[in-house]
């Protein structure tokens, strides 16, 4: 069945809210590759919520199931998600958001400095998007989600797993998730360390070069 036409013009302000991020995201890519000398981005996706997941989703927190709950209770109608190399780039690009005059955020989850009792770890924000239409400027809310590829594949392996058994993940399961966590927080952990030796061999090589 279609959405109707209420419904269509509702998500409007959302999907230029998406041309609107993918925008300030390709500029936050090459301010972060000019201060970093590597791109901390590895890539990005982005969506905008089915009128069926913001149904559920409402339902799931007991509010009414329409348009002006959905706006007024939803802050992930827009998601985006960045996946970078590094750990310390999430929190590079973090501090990009805050700075940026074209966007504020209005909130701020760490799920890597305190993660989830299930072991799922990312940087969540919520930011608010102006998005300038014929008769006014609006403030669409939209969640970015900020992750290392690490985090990034296990929760797409437990997003699965989850929908999989109707988000009843059997406890033998939940021990294996969790040390698959452990061993991607391991990974970027390791990974961090050969990036800085990295980063001091080639700073070692420079101060000869000056020399």
Not at 166 to 183: C, N, V
Request: glycine share 2%.
């Amino acid at each position: 069945m279609l959405p109707s036409k209420e419904t269509l013009q509702f998500l409007m302000p959302y999907k230029f809210a998406v041309d609107e991020l993918k925008t300030k995201l390709k500029i936050i890519q090459q301010e972060a590759y000019f201060s970093l000398e590597h791109n901390p981005i590895e890539h990005m996706k982005f969506r905008v919520k089915s009128p069926e997941s913001m149904t559920k989703k409402l339902k799931r927190k007991g509010a009414a199931a329409t348009l002006t709950s959905a706006k007024n209770v939803l802050n992930d109608i827009v998601g985006a998600r960045i996946v970078c190399c590094f750990e310390e780039d999430i929190y590079f690009l973090r501090d990009l958001f805050y700075s940026r005059p074209d966007l504020t955020v209005v909130e701020e989850k760490d799920y890597i400095k305190e993660p989830k009792s299930n072991g799922y770890r990312s940087l969540h924000l919520i930011v608010e998007v102006p998005v300038v239409m014929h008769e006014k400027t609006e403030m669409v809310r939209a969640e970015i989600q900020i992750r290392t590829i690490a985090m990034d594949f296990w929760a797409s392996v437990e997003h699965k797993i989850f929908y999989k058994y109707d988000r009843e993940i059997p406890s033998h399961l939940k021990e294996e998730l969790s040390e698959a966590a452990s061993a991607a927080n391991e990974l970027d952990l390791k990974m961090a360390k050969v990036r800085k030796e990295i980063q001091n061999i080639e700073n070692a090589y420079d101060s000869m070069i000056m020399h």
